[in-house]
T-cell receptor, first 119, second 113 residues
Framework: AQKITQTQPGMFVQEKEAVTLDCTYD???????LFWYKQPSSGEMIFLIY??????QNATEGRYSLNFQKARKSANLVISASQLGDSAMYFC????????????????FGSGTQLTVLP | NAGVTQTPKFQVLKTGQSMTLQCAQD?????MYWYRQDPGMGLRLIYY???????DKGEVPNGYNVSRLNKREFSLRLESAAPSQTSVYFC????????????FGPGTRLTVL
């Protein structure tokens, strides 16, 4: 089973509007972390936002917020007031206990959502 | 601070050749990681080093070896390259394996013919 599911391969949004990128996850750990990364066409991976499983409030970083619904196991990224520079691939990732070592925690990534902001 | 640096940026190999991808970080981080990214997919963990002197397999370790040379450097070796290893390789680091953020290098684009 997929640990991280991003069901939207591509999304379009009009400049200055808000957009929500979906992410659902699967884990049996009680303690885990959820991340969103941005990958522009230049290829680098840019950290956007983090949510811990015990955090009661949704994380926010500037125009980015994470809509964390623990019971539904979803961690959607909301981008407000979209800008042309937001056009990129967006990856959701989860940090949980390693199944191999049983201790150290590694990141598992979803397949990504390609966001295009229209002028 | 340069952050995480990787060399080379691009490489073309023939099947069966060997090479080492280099990664260094100047943030005094304890944990370092190697990922690969295939077209249209997210990153998959190859190997990681939770702290200096330790390495562990990730999701896709076959065909690779790693060395945590010191706290700063973490190298990835392909002993006998195969076309299936054509990919973009990213190195990352974090304060610890429980860190809230992994910092990524710019990536190495490897093609195996």
């Amino acid at each position: 089973a997929q640990k991280i599911t991003q069901t939207q391969p591509g999304m379009f949004v009009q400049e200055k509007e808000a957009v929500t990128l979906d992410c659902t996850y699967d884990t049996s750990d009680q303690s885990y972390g959820l991340f969103w990364y941005k990958q522009p066409s230049s290829g680098e991976m840019i950290f956007l936002i983090y949510q811990g499983s015990y955090d009661e409030q949704n994380a926010t970083e500037g125009r980015y917020s994470l809509n964390f619904q623990k019971a539904r196991k979803s961690a959607n990224l909301v981008i407000s007031a979209s800008q042309l520079g937001d056009s990129a691939m967006y990856f959701c990732a989860m940090r949980e206990r390693s199944l191999v070592s049983g201790s150290a925690r590694q990141l598992t990534f979803g397949s990504g959502t390609q966001l295009t902001v229209l002028p | 601070n340069a952050g995480v640096t990787q060399t080379p940026k691009f490489q073309v190999l023939k099947t069966g050749q060997s090479m080492t991808l280099q990664c260094a970080q100047d943030m005094n981080h304890n944990s370092m990681y190697w990922y690969r990214q295939d077209p249209g997919m997210g990153l998959r963990l190859i190997y990681y080093s939770a702290s200096e002197g330790t390495t562990d397999k990730g999701e896709v370790p076959n065909g690779y070896n790693v060395s945590r040379l010191n706290k700063r450097e973490f190298s990835l070796r392909l002993e006998s390259a195969a076309p299936s290893q054509t990919s973009v390789y990213f190195c990352a680091s974090s304060e610890s394996d429980r860190g809230n953020e992994q910092f990524f290098g710019p990536g190495t684009r490897l093609t195996v013919l």
